[in-house]
């Protein structure tokens, strides 16, 4: 059904490109061929073009920059008949010269015809700031888009195939033009230790997925409401913050991105706002979750202005204000203090979660769920042990693995573990904080 409808609108555009052959002068929104959205709903690249608004001039741009991907043969095809036409004066030939490539003058040509006013117009469509361009979903060749030859050839990006026609959602991996790393758990809810009200917050956070567009939408709240939603986890390392944003993605069947903050954070003037604006970009309308761990060096207190620097930074802070107030997905950033956030930011926040570090309670109950249950544990009392020794969770888990990975590599039968061996990993836990072992 969905490649029926794929061949209707390359019909479509063939039906446009023959008649900007057939009327050069003609201007493109009183003469073109009609189109109506509503015929092209129901699939995937169709309830794109109608859920991003896009114009019949850029559903044609769109369409043009598929023809690589989808219908190479189709200028070809016009070619045959019309090849005294000045369209393909303005298209690329492939390596062996047999097929006609999209370009940026040949988009020109279609939209504006040889009206120059209509051609200069056409140009807006290859802006930084247009639909398109701005969402990466068409891509150039040859140089940076800042000085982007007329004969530049067209095409769209990977990802936006991949996730348009053929299904599938190809997510972008850590770069530098993308700095996240997406988060995978293999755990559970179950396995997040935590008092009950906390997980009680974070499970509200699931129901605003499945509430938020009845909210929205049905209930017509998009005009009283801001888009998205913003969420502070805050507390003390190891108390399970990245564990929780994981286990909300999983949960949700949303991927979970954990920012790079030191990729973003630049001392050059403005480009921290260039690569939080690609960020965001990338992520809208994907139904990402963005993780911002140690969120303070970003989203930290404005200072008092010095010097030039300082009222750089506090552009900064307050451009990511305006950038996360306007993002339609769900948003968490991670501090260690809530007092190191600018206030500005946390006013905005629609729940702020503490994690605080494990009580005895949870500390036994962290290890009983978690020791490997082929350990033979000599003469300890978990119980003693989740008293006397504050850790966190994520500190438990780090002595887990070392009594297992010491008990596997003494080659003793039954992996015995003595008190010795516990309290010695114990000991090497309280020394990387700096804490007083006794």
Known sequence: MASEQLQKLFTHLQEVVLWRIKNPSEDFNTGAPKFNISDHKGFQLGNYIL????????????????????????????????????????????????????????????LGGNRIPERLNALDYFSPDSTLIKREVVVFSGSGHEHLPANSVISVHQEFFNTMILG????????????????????????????????????????????????????????????????????????????????????????????????????????????????????????????????DAIFGKRTNVRDAHDKYANQEVSYLLQRIETFSGLIILASNFKNNMDQAFTRRFHSCIKFSNPKHEERLRIWQQNLPRQLQLEEINLEHISRRYELTGSNIMNVIQDVSLKAISSEKPDYKVDIDMLLESIRKEYVKEDKIFT
Request: proline content about 5%; hydrophobic content about 40%; charged content about 25%.
């Open 168 to 295: 599938r959602e190809l997510l972008p991996k850590l770069s530098g033009d993308f700095p996240a790393e997406q988060l995978h758990t293999r755990r559970s809810w179950n396995d997040l230790i935590l008092p009950q009200d906390t997980l009680d917050e974070l499970q509200s956070i699931e129901s605003w997925y499945t509430s938020s567009r009845i909210l929205m939408e049905d209930w017509d709240m998009q005009k009283k409401l801001k888009p998205g939603f913003r969420v502070l986890f805050y507390g003390d390392p190891g108390t399970g913050k990245t564990l929780a944003a994981s286990l909300l993605g999983k949960y949700t069947g949303r991927p979970v991105f954990r920012v790079d903050v030191s990729m973003l954070v630049s001392k050059y003037i403005g480009e921290t706002e260039k690569q939080l604006s690609k960020l965001f970009e990338k992520a809208e309308n994907k139904n990402w979750i963005l993780f911002f761990d140690e969120a």
């Open 51 to 110: 859920s991003a608004g896009l114009t019949h001039q850029e559903v044609i741009f769109l369409l043009m920059a598929l023809l690589p991907m989808l219908d190479p043969a189709l200028l070809k095809r016009i070619y045959l008949e019309h090849s005294e036409d000045m369209l393909f004066d303005f298209c690329a030939l492939n390596d062996n010269g047999r097929l006609f490539y999209p370009t940026v003058q040949a988009v020109q040509y279609i």
